[in-house]
């Protein structure tokens, strides 16, 4: 009995001992990156990649573990769909075509594999990532998974295959925001995609309320000057004489409208204006005669409304009208 047991043995241990050494091809380098992928293990992946040590946390702040660090995140159900063989800068590249699924949503995606050179394993992969891009973020502070990403509307940024939701901090003029990336597939000749789209920006609560106080108050700072033509201000009025002294008195103020700029950036955030230029300022002034060198008064109303801009910096609102 002994004897016929150490055949089968045998054979066994040859046939593990020609998995373990089975070189690696292009589909199991693919099939080895998902499943750290879906293990969370994302640096075992950055392993696997093609100049790994270039995508620092520096320049590539979402190839990171906190970004897969829940379950729900991660692709699942990996599928090799075919293999496409061609020949690019002098070296032969496999492209593995794929499909996953993130979330229930399937995405399909080619994955460039080339054989590895001095050091790197038998395979390795080129930029298998998805790129993530931001519209609507209106210069607000980014986070995606939970980390801080310094990305301009124009940019994008790479990330691992997987679910990503993305906030844009609220300011005190523009209302923060959530929304989840929708992935887009990609083909032999164009990469997958993630796109996060934050809709129409609004603006934050009360801050209408805070830009018209603050409008108020340069009005009322604009009244105190003693000039026919405060400078930088809204209202102003031509005297018929010289030597003036004006006291401004604001009997109504403008209706304000506060709107987010079409393309809100750090320098203007929103746009203030007042169409019905319903703001009264009336004046007193003393004025010399030109003619007869005697001293007169002359009074009026001027009515006026408001152009401006407002922006949010360090927690702070800063207005400018004229």
């Not at 769909?81 to 032969?92: I, V």
């Not at 003393?286 to 007169?296: A, N, Q, R, S």
Request: hydrophobic share 40%; aromatic share 8%; with cysteine.
């Amino acid at each position: 009995m002994v004897l016929a047991i150490v055949p089968i043995m045998l054979v066994g241990c040859a046939f593990a001992a020609y998995t373990v050494l089975k070189p690696p091809t292009a589909e199991s380098t693919v099939e080895q990156y998902f499943d750290e992928l879906s293990d969370g293990d994302t640096a075992a992946a950055l392993e696997l990649v093609s100049d790994a040590s270039e995508y620092s946390p520096e320049s590539n702040p979402l190839l990171v573990p906190k970004v897969l660090s829940e379950a729900d995140s991660r692709p699942r159900n990996l599928r090799i769909l075919g293999t496409d063989l061609f020949t690019g800068a002098e070296r032969k590249v496999t492209s593995v075509r794929v499909s996953y699924e993130i979330r229930g949503a399937t995405v399909t995606q080619a994955i460039l594999a080339t054989r590895g050179t001095d050091g790197d394993p038998a395979y390795v992969l080129y930029e298998p990532f998805l790129r993530l891009g931001v519209t609507s973020l209106a210069g607000r502070q980014l986070t995606v998974n939970g980390v801080a990403t310094p990305l301009g509307a124009e940019d994008y940024t790479y990330v691992f295959p997987g679910a990503y939701t993305a906030g844009a901090q609220g300011t005190p003029l523009i209302a923060g925001a959530t929304a989840n990336a929708t992935v887009r597939s990609g083909g032999i000749e164009e990469q997958a995609v993630a796109i996060v789209d934050f809709g129409t920006p609004t603006l934050a609560p009360g801050a209408q309320e805070a830009v018209q106080t603050m409008v108020k108050q340069q009005i009322d700072t604009c009244a105190q000057s003693t000039s026919s033509q405060p400078p930088n201000c809204p209202f102003s009025t031509y005297l018929f004489g010289s030597d003036e002294s004006v006291k401004w008195t604001i009997t109504a103020y403008p209706t304000v409208t506060v709107a987010l700029s079409s393309y809100p950036s750090e320098e203007q955030q929103a746009v203030i204006s007042s169409e019905s230029y319903d703001g009264v300022a009336h004046y007193v002034a003393k004025v010399t005669d030109l003619f007869g060198g005697g001293t007169e008064t002359q009074t009026g109303d001027v009515r006026f409304g408001v152009q401006g801009s407002a922006t949010a910096t360090g927690g702070q609102i800063t207005v400018s009208i004229s």
